[in-house]
């Protein structure tokens, strides 16, 4: 656990006008789990001698940074969800990186535009189905979960959450924020309880038998079939990977970003590289049973038993964008009501 900044071992950052060219140590907050990051910290140390420090921050992410200022000692960012990634750089904590070795690993619609993030690895939006209560192709594609078939048939988390929130976003760039709208309405009309929980509690509501179909992220199944508990929960249901009328299906991320006043922005692009190296891009979607980002990689065996798909290829930074609109018309549905 970190101490207080000024005690901290990120103190050094003040006095960084001496910086090497190539530093030996680089510091990342980050809102991913200790142990999902350990693996390739320790990797990268191991391969360049620079060592990682990494503070772990459940929540104020931004605000530490904004009160940091220039002192910061924050390289790098590192956290889940387009919505967050681009709340970190509309707060104006990035800088633009040009790579070309990151613009060759990370796809055109997994990476900002103007170079301030980029993906690491992905994850599917999809529908957990109940194998005894719903057929083969009874649900596939997100515009058939408003459809009155499924009333009181359907589970889900707060729709203000961020995994909706971008969904929602998804739909806005689609059909536009009318349609979506309508379609969010539907959805709570089909809702068979109040939106609750986590992604796995919606699972182990289909098990339980209070509803049929949830929406939910892919790499809950891996996680929910590694403990002892939840392993019936995950048995129950099939995956689906719906798709949007006309295109793919929704897919998030998560992603790295080189904070504006990084000390050590050379050792920095240099760790932002080696995460999108194929190698590292295999143990970090492994870790959390999601999908690598870089070309010719593949998920983890179990990941790939789930099936296939396409994912929507619409960049993310565009669906960033409608998220003040997706959380307007949630709030004015009244979703979670």
């Known amino acids: 656990m970190f101490a207080p900044l000024k005690t901290s071992i990120f103190a050094f950052a003040a006095a960084a006008v001496a910086v090497p060219a190539m530093a030996d140590e680089i510091n ?10 350990k693996p390739l ?62 613009n060759a690993n990370v796809p055109q619609e997994y990476r900002d535009p103007e170079g301030h993030w980029f993906g690491l690895t992905t994850r599917a939006r999809i529908v957990y189905a109940s194998k005894d209560r719903v057929a083969d192709g009874e649900v596939t594609t997100y515009e058939d979960l408003a459809d009155p078939k499924w009333k009181g ?45 986590n992604d796995r509690a919606q699972v182990k509501a289909i098990w339980a038998g209070e509803c049929d179909i949830a929406i939910g992220n892919t790499y ?11 392993k019936a929960w995950a048995d129950s249901v099939n995956v ?47 870790a959390n049973f999601e999908y690598p980002i870089a070309p010719n990689t593949e998920a983890d065996p179990l990941v790939q038993s789930w099936g296939e798909f396409t994912a929507d290829d619409v960049n993310l930074m565009t669906v960033a964008g409608n998220r003040p609109a997706a959380l307007r018309i949630t709030e004015e549905v009244d979703f979670d009501g």
């Open 28 to 37: 990342i907050y980050s809102y991913r789990q200790p142990e999902l990051i």
């Open 41 to 102: 910290t320790d990797a990268f140390t191991e391969e360049t001698g620079i060592k990682v420090n990494v503070a772990y921050l459940k929540k104020g992410m931004i605000e530490r940074m904004e009160a940091e200022g220039s002192r910061s000692p924050a390289d790098l960012v590192f956290t889940v969800d387009i919505s967050r990634l681009a709340a970190v750089v509309n707060a104006g904590l990035t800088q633009p990186v040009t790579s070309d070795t990151l």
């Open 153 to 197: 048939r359907i589970c889900t988390r707060s729709g203000t959450h961020a995994y909706n929130i971008a969904l929602t976003s998804a739909v806005i760039e689609h059909h536009g924020e009318a349609n979506a709208k309508t379609w969010l309405a539907g959805i709570k009309d089909n809702l068979a309880r109040k939106p609750q929980g």
């Open 220 to 230: 809950y199944m891996g996680k929910m079939l590694a403990d002892d508990e939840q």
């Open 240 to 286: 689906v990977f719906p798709t949007f009328e006309n295109a793919g299906t929704h897919v998030n991320v998560s992603g790295v970003a080189m904070a504006k006043s990084s000390p050590n922005p050379e050792a920095a692009l240099k760790m932002m590289e080696f995460l999108t190296s194929p190698a590292a891009q295999e143990v970090y979607a492994k």
